[in-house]
């Protein structure tokens, strides 16, 4: 292993030699609507960066597409720049279109610009990773990415197209694979950081992949970051050297059993409990239960979805990366037990449109920027299906409702096959110039506060903040006090004393939201968007959504 100061050396070495290629000062202006949707004011620059930051003399250039949210007030402060995770989630589709614009905005004070852009490999950018180029191998993908325990035979299955897909995307994407690293995303960051031409240090606030991008960044980076949030936080050192990203099961079940506790507390809002004096127990043994019936007895839900183990199991997933969609969940699950299918097609066609044969490579892209971008950035490999069994039944142990949702993706890594260019090797323990802010909620089912709490212990002088709330990152824990500490750190630095727990102030199944929490805290009629169903399909999806096909 490269020692932590040599990491550092030669990133400033490179940086040095990265800023010698040709610049020009961003030029802002309007955006494309297709590519870049939007409810609030946005603008829309483009910016030159090296391909391969390893070989400055090669004169090739990678345009990054880069989308500002305007700060309600103006002139602004400053810029934060945004990771929403993945690795291969994208940020232009998402940054400027609300609940998320108005939350981010309110969370950061009101009185920054925003920005972010599409990374290497994800399918907004100009190199997106596309192993697949026909429509068989497409579809046969898809229909793989799927949790292991549907059958006896499918854990086999999975490591069979782990290997197809690595000897794949060998063959056709062995260069741009090489280019798509953790490394050079850090450093097309600080390459922003330089155009924007502010101060010259780093705003930026990560969500789940984006807190080990933004880890990654502090490592390399340390002197040049000024402010830093890594919310709903990875463990890095997993994420770079395990088999698989065991940690973040922890709290999975913990969560998914949430869903039922809070069920029964509030029994009138949520309709599996409402009408009945089922304890919160009963109902998540009969949801146990289904999940083994459909296994062998899939449930047809009108003419075009197949409720079986992969779509329900998958649909359930989505559910924890937010509670604010817990009461549809609810109706799902309930209409299932209960047999009462009129109006589920038209649920599942609000949250799950079908997938046709037009948009199949659409379907993939995600999941193989997924693959291209964390493979690449992992540096076990394992050639025997004997030796990678350990780390599945860790994952087992770990979660009854996780452990198998992902085995396709780190049965691909153990055998992938392309190396990138530059790949970060050093360790984590850090001192930045500014300390940074970590934030993880109690029962987050994708990354659990156990993993804020240990990374935060390598960084000097930073903070974990525990946000009381179910999901995925701050954003599904609206709390008047997490939106207080965030708005004053960006301000002037505020830390929160060590253990400081923001409260939930918005109760499952209560129908409040972020919108609530941020309209009495700047002003009734600053926030209009809510986290309702309405809104649900922008926030459910990714590698782990179901995939009902038409």
């Known amino acids: 292993m490269v020692s932590s100061r040599g990491i550092l050396q030669f990133s400033f070495f490179t940086l040095s030699i990265a800023q010698s290629y040709p610049t020009s000062t961003l030029q802002w202006g309007p955006c494309n609507a297709t590519e870049v949707p939007s409810d609030v004011p946005v603008q829309c620059s483009t910016l030159l960066v090296p391909l391969d930051y390893t070989e400055p003399n090669s004169g090739e250039t990678l345009q990054l597409d880069l989308v500002k949210v305007l700060s309600p007030t103006q002139p602004s402060k400053g810029s934060i720049l945004f990771n929403f995770g993945g690795p291969g989630g994208t940020a232009r589709n998402e940054i400027g279109v609300n609940p998320t614009a ?57 490591w069979a197209r782990g290997a197809m897909i690595g000897e794949a995307c060998l063959q056709t994407q062995s260069k741009i694979g090489s280019l798509i690293s953790s490394a050079f995303t850090a450093r097309d960051m600080m390459s922003v950081v330089d155009a924007l031409g502010e101060d010259g240090m780093l705003r930026y606030w990560g969500f789940s992949y984006g807190t080990t991008l933004g880890a990654t960044i502090a490592a390399m980076f ?34 998914f059993s949430a869903i039922f506790t809070g069920c029964v507390a509030a029994r009138e809002n949520c309709a599996l409990a409402k009408g009945n004096n089922k304890t919160a127990d009963e109902l998540e043994q009969a949801v146990w239960d289904l999940l083994d019936t459909v296994k062998y007895h899939p449930i047809p839900v009108g003419p075009s979805y197949m409720m079986d183990y992969s779509n329900l199991k998958g649909i359930i997933v989505q559910f924890l990366y937010n509670s604010a969609g817990w009461p549809v969940l609810a109706t799902i ?61 860790t994952m087992y142990n770990t979660s009854k409702i996780m452990g198998d949702a992902l085995v396709f993706l780190y049965s691909t890594c153990a055998q992938w096959k392309i190396e990138p260019k530059e790949r970060y090797t050093g360790d984590f323990n850090v001192k930045t110039k500014n300390p940074v802010l970590f934030i993880g909620n109690s029962h987050d089912g ?76 700047y002003g009734n009629g600053t926030a209009t968007a809510k986290r309702d169903i309405s809104a649900l399909p922008r926030l459910l999806g990714g590698p782990l959504k179901p995939h009902f096909i038409h």
């Open 222 to 255: 340390p002197d040049r970051i000024d402010k830093m949030i890594l919310d709903g936080v990875q463990n890095p050192h997993e994420y770079y050297h395990a088999q698989a990203d065991l940690q973040e099961w922890t709290d999975s079940d913990k969560e």
């Open 102 to 158: 108005e939350e981010l905005l309110a969370l950061t004070g009101r009185q920054f610009d925003l920005v972010a852009f599409d990374p290497r490999g994800t399918s907004g950018s100009r190199i997106p990773i596309a192993c697949v180029d026909n429509q068989f191998d497409a579809w046969s993908y898809l229909l793989d990415s799927t949790p292991t325990n549907r059958s006896e035979v499918d854990l086999g299955d999975k």
């Open 333 to 393: 699950l309930n209409d299932l037990l209960t047999g009462q299918l009129d109006t589920l097609p038209t649920i599942l066609t609000a949250l799950f449109p079908t997938t046709n044969i037009t948009d199949i490579f659409a379907q993939i892209a995600e999941p193989l920027a997924l693959a291209g971008i964390h493979c690449s950035d992992n540096m076990v490999r394992t050639e025997k299906f004997e030796d990678f069994l350990p780390a599945v039944q």
């Open 446 to 521: 994708l990354t659990p506060l156990v993993s804020a709490k240990n990374v935060s212990a390598t960084f000097e002088g930073s903070v974990v903040l525990e946000a009381e709330g179910y999901g995925h990152t701050s954003l599904a824990a609206p709390s008047a006090c997490t939106l207080k500490i965030t708005s004053a750190y960006f301000a002037n630095g505020t830390l929160p004393p060590e253990g400081t727990v923001c409260e939930l102030d918005a109760p499952l199944y209560s129908g409040l939201d972020w919108i609530d929490v941020i309209n009495k805290f």
